[in-house]
T-cell receptor, first 117, second 113 residues
Framework: DTEVTQTPKHLVMGMTNKKSLKCEQH?????MYWYKQKAKKPPELMFV???????INESVPSRFSPECPNSSLLNLHLHALQPEDSALYLC????????????????FGSGTRLTVV | DQQVKQNSPSLSVQEGRISILNCDYT??????FLWYKKYPAEGPTFLIS?????DKNEDGRFTVFLNKSAKHLSLHIVPSQPGDSAVYFC????????????FGGGTRLMVKP
């Protein structure tokens, strides 16, 4: 299995809703990432988990709450989002950012297209 | 400070001709470079990579060239096909960032039939 699977593919939510995005990989990668991408912009890093521990939080608002239940799963819990949070949310996995010599880059999921109304 | 830059936001090429996408970086500690291809509403997919110990890596129609002294890399696609139309992101890793990727802003390639 060489894929990162993200669900759902599309999500429309109101500003008072609570929803979760899910990401799963079975490549044995011990680092997982959440990125946010707006149209015509590069992916913007949100969170990095290394060995199931949060290692980087790029000053993301608390209405985004990541969770890594185990080495294969990564969730992003959403609450009280704003319309400007509408974007493509990408999950990626890789070998750990530090302590490994070989770099194979990231494997990205297909993303969740989130629309906040 | 943008450490990886793709100065051309878009590029239009005729089918069958060569596409050349450029990328510049400022961090001399970067030692691994990748190109990703992205279609709308999909995640980026890995295309080709190069280590700093090499100056060229080829995979089918795709070749990446690295000029370390100029801190410049380029992706050549030949011959270009309409299905190559996508956004191409250059990424780099190494140094303090370890294997974390730093992305360029992307170049939209349009291959016209």
């Amino acid at each position: 299995d060489t894929e990162v699977t993200q669900t759902p593919k599309h999500l429309v939510m109101g500003m008072t809703n609570k929803k979760s995005l899910k990401c799963e990989q079975h490549m044995g990668h011990r680092a997982m990432y959440w990125y946010k991408q707006k149209a015509k912009k590069p992916p913007e890093l949100m969170f990095v988990y290394s060995y199931e521990k949060l290692s980087i939080n790029e000053s993301v608002p608390s209405r985004f709450s990541p969770e890594c239940p185990n080495s294969s799963l990564l969730n992003l819990h959403l609450h009280a989002l704003q319309p400007e949070d509408s974007a493509l949310y990408l999950c990626a996995s890789s070998q750990p950012p530090w302590g490994t010599k070989t770099n194979y880059g990231y494997t990205f999921g297909s993303g969740t297209r989130l629309t906040v109304v | 400070d943008q450490q990886v830059k793709q100065n051309s936001p878009s590029l239009s090429v005729q089918e069958g001709r060569i596409s050349i996408l450029n990328c510049d970086y400022t961090n001399s500690m970067f030692d691994y470079f990748l190109w990703y291809k992205k279609y709308p509403a999909e995640g980026p997919t890995f295309l080709i990579s190069i280590s700093s110990i090499k100056d060229k890596n080829e995979d089918g129609r795709f070749t990446v060239f690295l000029n370390k002294s100029a801190k410049h890399l380029s992706l050549h696609i030949v011959p270009s096909q309409p299905g190559d139309s996508a956004v191409y992101f250059c990424a780099a890793s190494g140094g303090d960032a370890g294997n974390m990727l730093t992305f360029g802003g992307g170049t939209r390639l349009m291959v016209k039939p």
